[in-house]
């Protein structure tokens, strides 16, 4: 099938296609289909992407949105295919933080909500994440500390403290997730944020936010001036 592929006209052939307009010219199913390069016995590699983006809405957020398992449920997509595309999403996802560190500073709780947003939004169980910040106010490093059900994360104020000791954090954001895709804070949330932040007084490294990252929507307890 793939060699019928690359025996189509440039409309029909996204190799071809990319020799005269490049990447950009390509749609996001040819794009697929250049990155898996081979189809299933049944289709070649654009029919597999045209399928595969079809189950999706059409939508490639959807599609990296996709875990393994699901991935492998698709026809035509097998182990090494969903590897492929999960190393795809990873590199998309890592290039995107890279592309917005720069801008990022720890009193724009905005920035900081966007730039962990795709990381965060689809996990399955609440995470808790620490990023520490420099003298400068600049991202100097990031750790995911725990992981809980999936109503709830522990919030380990001796252990958040002790991290941010090792990694030289002059201050600290932390975030969390809610899988439900709503940001609200609870009341638990608020409870553990005005302790952990009495403990970081104390020691001199400044709790400057708390975010809860949602489905595309955060809360940031320094924007409604709960902290």
Do not use: W
């Not at 709790?207 to 809360?219: A, C, Q, S, T």
């Amino acid at each position: 099938m793939e060699k019928h592929l690359k025996e189509r006209g440039i409309y029909e052939n996204p190799y071809k296609k990319y020799e005269v307009y490049g990447a950009e010219g390509l749609s996001d199913a040819e794009l697929l289909a250049i990155f898996l390069r081979t189809g299933s016995r049944k289709m070649d590699a654009l029919a597999l992407s045209r399928q595969i983006l079809t189950g999706c809405q059409d939508n490639l957020l959807n599609l990296s949105a996709l875990s393994a398992d699901e991935l492998m449920g698709m026809p035509g997509i097998g182990r090494i295919k969903t590897m492929e595309l999960r190393c795809l999403f990873e590199i998309s996802k890592r290039i995107s933080k890279e592309s917005r560190k720069d801008r990022l500073i720890f009193s724009n709780s905005h920035s900081i909500a966007l730039y962990f947003m795709e990381e965060m939004r689809h996990l399955c169980e609440e995470t808790l994440l620490l990023a520490c910040f420099d003298a400068k106010g600049r991202l100097s490093s990031e750790k995911m500390l725990t992981k809980g059900g999936i109503d709830s994360t522990t919030m380990d104020s001796r252990l958040i403290i002790k991290t941010a000791l090792l990694y030289d954090a002059r201050f600290i954001v932390i975030l969390h997730n809610h899988p439900s895709g709503d940001p609200s804070p609870s009341t638990v949330d608020r409870d553990a944020t005005y302790e952990l932040k009495e403990c970081c007084d104390i020691m001199g490294i400044p709790l400057v936010d708390h975010i809860i990252i949602g489905d595309r929507l955060y809360y940031s307890f320094k924007e409604n001036k709960e902290i």
